[in-house]
Antibody
Framework: QVQLVESGGGVVQPGRSLRLSCAAS????????MFWVRQAPGKGLEWVAT????????YYADSVKGRFTLSRDNSENTLDLEMNSLRGDDTAVYYC??????WGQGTLVTVSS | QAVVTQEPSLTVSPGGTVTLTCGSN?????????PFWFQQKPGHAPRTLIY???NKHSWTPARFSGSLLGGKAALTLSGAQPEDEAEYYC??????????FGGGTKLTVL
């Protein structure tokens, strides 16, 4: 069956970096654009970034542009989100998703001193 | 910066029908925005119900349908069940380069 499994979340100090990973299985990963979506505690969903099926196009929300970098490895079926210069308002559950169908369970990132 | 608007809350009676809408401050929502609808229950990840305006998955209950209505995307629930009580979010694409979620609609079945 389809699985999207995020990893890499945790507690990090403001200004530091963190790398999230997503391992995909059960569908033809290389054929689909993939997304990261986040949800701050008690808040709604926020689009973070999108990468095209082949990795040639990447799009970022204004709130993370210049700080976050999205990449994928279609040979390993993995999606990564490198997050730099983290701030308190980056605290959220981060979901890896093929928004037209599948979502991971999310990984919590807490930015706090 | 696009803003996507949803009703903050709606209530529907069991067995009743309710329509949730998703509007954009940039103008009418069209099929070119590829409207998506997601259901999220407390403590759970979102689940995709509708993609590309009106397409369903095998797991989408038949009582849910997507459409365009009066310049907005719409999610209609016909024959509400208690298990449909949840938060519902829409997502719109802006030229494929920028994506915006609505603020969510808290649906109560009562």
């Amino acid at each position: 069956q389809v699985q999207l499994v995020e990893s890499g979340g945790g507690v990090v100090q403001p200004g530091r970096s963190l790398r999230l990973s997503c391992a995909a299985s059960g569908f033809t990963f290389k054929s689909f654009s993939m997304f990261w979506v986040r949800q701050a505690p008690g808040k709604g969903l926020e689009w973070v970034a999108t990468i095209s099926f082949d990795g040639s196009h990447k799009y970022y929300a204004d709130s993370v542009k210049g700080r976050f970098t999205l990449s994928r490895d279609n040979s390993e079926n993995t999606l990564d989100l490198e997050m730099n210069s983290l701030r308190g308002d980056d605290t959220a559950v981060y979901y890896c998703t093929r928004v037209d169908a599948y979502w991971g369970q999310g990984t919590l990132v807490t930015v706090s001193s | 910066q696009a803003v996507v608007t949803q009703e903050p809350s709606l209530t529907v009676s069991p067995g009743g029908t309710v329509t949730l809408t998703c509007g954009s401050n940039t103008g009418a929502v069209t099929s070119g925005h590829f409207p998506f609808w997601f259901q999220q229950k407390p403590g759970h990840a979102p689940r995709t119900l509708i993609y590309d305006t009106n397409n369903k998955h095998s797991w989408t209950p038949a009582r849910f349908s997507g459409s365009l209505l009066g310049g907005k995307a719409a999610l209609t629930l016909s024959g509400a069940q208690p298990e449909d009580e949840a938060e519902y979010y829409c997502l719109l694409s802006y030229s494929g380069a920028h994506w915006v979620f609505g603020g969510g609609t808290k649906l109560t079945v009562l």
